[in-house]
């Protein structure tokens, strides 16, 4: 039974198209996260939604907007898609607060064309 | 601003013999850190963490070792043994300083080979 679950695992999409990652969890955790390896390796952090209230965003293009309709839920969507998108997204969850229980998705592999 | 360094981007050890993956860091408000093995195609997952109220932690073959003033954190692994081939991402967090809501500040990985 999978603990944070992210679909698509694969997408290939063409620049200036809009699509979405979904992100479930079943750990009951309040918090979820998005990170992003780009092509240089980095895992950097981009959107953290605690009781569907975003508390952060690190200085990601508003091209990416994070939506969640519940606290198990917390979905990636991103228009006008571009080249440089194309990165490996993981989402995650914790306890508030708590990145000792910090759990990851497999990740979703965008590739833009 | 790299804010976690993994200097060394691959790193071959023999089986059996202890493996030694490094990490640095800038940003001393960090105070919990931790291990995250990865194989591909797969996410993260958690290794071992350690406070920064101590300086070891153990668990099985894995210790992490934390030099608070030299910014410095070790993971070794005996003996290493073929599944123990993975990428390891070092990872750090300010958080029992109110920074856990930041979600981890990640290195960018070692990937360690096991030879047979």
């Known amino acids: 039974d999978t603990a944070v679950s992210q679909t698509p695992k694969y997408l290939v999409t063409q620049m200036g198209n809009d699509k979405s990652i979904k992100c479930e969890q079943n750990?009951?955790?309040?918090?979820m996260y998005w990170y992003k390896q780009d092509s240089k390796k980095f895992l950097k952090i981009m959107f953290s939604?605690?009781?569907?209230?975003?508390?952060i965003n690190e200085t990601v293009p508003n091209r990416f907007s994070p939506k969640s309709p519940d606290k198990a839920h917390l979905n990636l969507h991103i228009n006008s898609l571009e080249l440089g998108d194309s990165a490996v997204y993981f989402c995650?969850?914790?306890?508030?607060?708590?990145?000792?229980?910090?759990?990851f998705g497999e990740g979703s592999w965008l590739t833009v064309v | 601003d790299q804010q976690v360094k993994q200097n060394s981007p691959s790193l071959s050890v023999q089986e059996g013999r202890i493996s030694i993956l490094n990490c640095d860091y800038t940003?001393?408000?960090?105070?919990?850190f931790l291990w995250y093995k990865k194989y591909p195609a797969e996410g993260p997952t958690f290794l071992i963490s350690?406070?920064?109220?101590?300086d070891k932690n153990e668990d099985g073959r894995f210790t992490v070792f934390l030099n608070k003033s030299a910014k410095h954190l070790s993971l070794h692994i005996v003996p290493s043994q073929p599944g123990d081939s993975a990428v390891y991402f070092c990872?750090?967090?300010?958080?029992?300083?109110?920074?856990?809501?930041?979600?981890?500040?990640f290195g960018k990985g070692t990937h360690l080979i096991i030879q047979p």
């Open positions: 940003n001393s408000m960090f105070d919990y």
């Open positions: 939604y605690n009781n569907k209230e975003l508390i």
């Open positions: 990872a750090a967090s300010a958080m029992y300083s109110g920074g856990g809501a930041d979600g981890l500040t």
């Open positions: 350690i406070s920064s109220i101590k």
């Open positions: 995650a969850s914790s306890q508030a607060g708590q990145v000792n229980t910090i759990y």
């Open positions: 750990l009951g955790h309040d918090t």
